[in-house]
């Protein structure tokens, strides 16, 4: 089987995230760039895929330059080669463009699966999954912590509030992953020498047949008009015992609507 | 954000390779060392990962299965690696001597034999010169090894093998005085022996007993143990390089590259050390203000950072020497004893940053206080070190006339 694994270059979870003055657009180069961490569990995933039932693990990212650095880590854990989609057009685009140009990436090009982590630790919207399957045509099946595929068929357990849902759809699918599904590899020093070997097709918008005026921040059907940094955590309210101190604090309690 | 103790000039699969070995420090290692440590047990479960990783084969040559990278590549990964748990280093430190030391001085079917199996760590290696009369004195030794026939039987006792016990093959310096010339120097009468056998304690071969674990201050975790040999019987096969008389030199130049690793282990456990100080400093708050924001504490940090700082350039400049495949004696003995007493101090200042909460086992700062001594004294204490250095100097600086 052919599996497209879509993955996100995203400033390291624990930077503090900044925008940038003048176009809003997240400032990348305030923080180091690392693989967005669902992702590494969709790459698992589609790894554990092809070693069960073997065939062809491809990359697939959206993003600057240095997002490459992204495309090569997932092809150190195993994949096998790599789409990186490079454009100055991209910048500021929102989730509608940006299911345009995965979709347009990965149609005609006979994957049975498209994989994705379930969200992005920067955007979080969980959104371009269901889009991209939405432009493709092709069943969704989203918020997976666990996949199997027989005949032609891909069935998951679909994590919800309540517990998991069964969810069985025909190939080809696209699918996104929940933490829950597995334990993301470390790459191993001999994949990483690999992985430099391994093709990588970098892309514009062009190619792929889309205008540049349908990306990007012109094209996002949504706008930020302004914006201000998290206020400092204020200061918190000292409650001293006098004999009372659990009626204060259900008290408190009550008013922040916690009981 | 800015980070201590970078390295200039790495290419991107040493990069990437120090990522991956980060990120493995910082999820696998780190969240389980205290508890592991204080319960002195072996970290299995780590082993297995850095095994699946290729830490063990890192500097071994590609044709025997290894990466073949530089030892700047691996110093810099023990680096990482003894930031998280310096035992885990100690796993590492005595396999990848004992494969320089094949690599360097083994006989091609030896190479053949060890090597591969070295490379994915199925094999793991130890070494071992010290006995209990005897350390940094190797000339001292009185282990031995007697002609008989085809064979050699050899007797004496082995101490501070470090992975005596998880080991499966030691390379062991022993006398062989019937094999030298007459009048022979006593560094010509020293040879190493290999030695497979099982992991484990007790007599895991006939003639050959492990003894239980020493129980140590720090450094716990890794087996360091005692090896007995009473009429253990090796071929002459089993002679690294298959000529005796070699051993001295082969030992001393595994602890070379050696005394690099120990340098960079050094760096790993005083980044941790100022790591956790800087961090604790920011938060713990007397006289109305966080303790980084007084002056007695802010100048321990600066000390802290550029001790750390200068420590792993000297450390990184002495493994591009010996790279380039210069003589490093010098470089590795300063790199060695700035690296170990500069940790020592950035140990112990971060420790008086943690203030009472220092000495609660609670504290990660706890365990590298109990750690930084043993990098004064492991491959060559800091006196050991300074006497290269002067010796080095001496030639290098002769009067002349």
Known sequence: MKIAVCVKQVPDTWAEKKLREGDALLDRESADGVMN?????????????????????VIVSMGPDRAAETVRKALSMGADAGIHVVDDSLAGSDAIATSAVIAKAVEGKDFDLVIFGSESTDARMSVVPAMVAERLGWAQVTFAQKVEVAGGDITIERATENGSDTVTAAMPAVVSVVEKINEPRYPSFKGIMAAKKKPVDTIAVADLGLEAAAVGTGAAW???NDFAARPPKAAGTVVTDEGDGGVKVATFLAEQKFI | MG???????????????LEAVR??????????????EHADEYPQAIVDGLKEMGVFGLM???????????????????????????????VINTHFIVAYMLMQHGTEEQKQKYLPRMATGEVRGAFSMSEPGCGSDVAAITSKAVRDGDEYVLNGQKMWLTNGGSSTLVAVLVLTP?????????????????????????EVRPGLTIPGKIEKMGYKGVDTTE???????????????????????????????????VAARACGLAERAFELGVEYAQQRVTFGKPIAEHQAVAFRLADMATKVEAAHQMMVMSARKKDSGERNDLEAGMAKYLASEYCKEVVEDSFRIHGGYGYSKEYEIERLYREAPMLMIGEGTADIQRMIIARRLLEDYKTRG
């Open chain 1, 37 to 57: 961490e669902l992702d590494e569990y969709a790459v698992e995933e589609a790894l554990q895929l092809i070693e069960a039932h073997g065939g062809e693990v």
């Open chain 1, 222 to 224: 949504s706008a930020v």
């Open chain 2, 3 to 17: 980070r201590l103790a970078q390295t200039d000039g790495l290419t991107e699969e040493q990069q990437a390779i």
């Open chain 2, 23 to 36: 990120d493995f420090v910082d999820n696998e290692i780190i969240p389980v060392a205290n508890d592991l």
């Open chain 2, 60 to 90: 071994i040559p590609e044709e025997y299965g290894g990466l073949g990278e530089s030892l700047l590549t691996y110093a810099l990964v023990v680096e990482e690696i003894a930031r998280g748990w310096m035992s885990v280093s100690g």
């Open chain 2, 178 to 202: 019937g094999e030298a010339e007459e009048g022979s120097s006593i560094y010509r009468k020293m040879t190493t022996f290999l030695i497979e056998k099982p992991s484990g304690f007790g």
């Open chain 2, 227 to 261: 090896l007995v040999m009473d009429d253990l019987r090796l071929s002459a096969d089993d002679i690294l390089g298959g000529t005796p008389g070699k051993g001295f030199y082969q030992m001393m130049d595994g602890v070379e590259v050696g005394r690099v690793n």
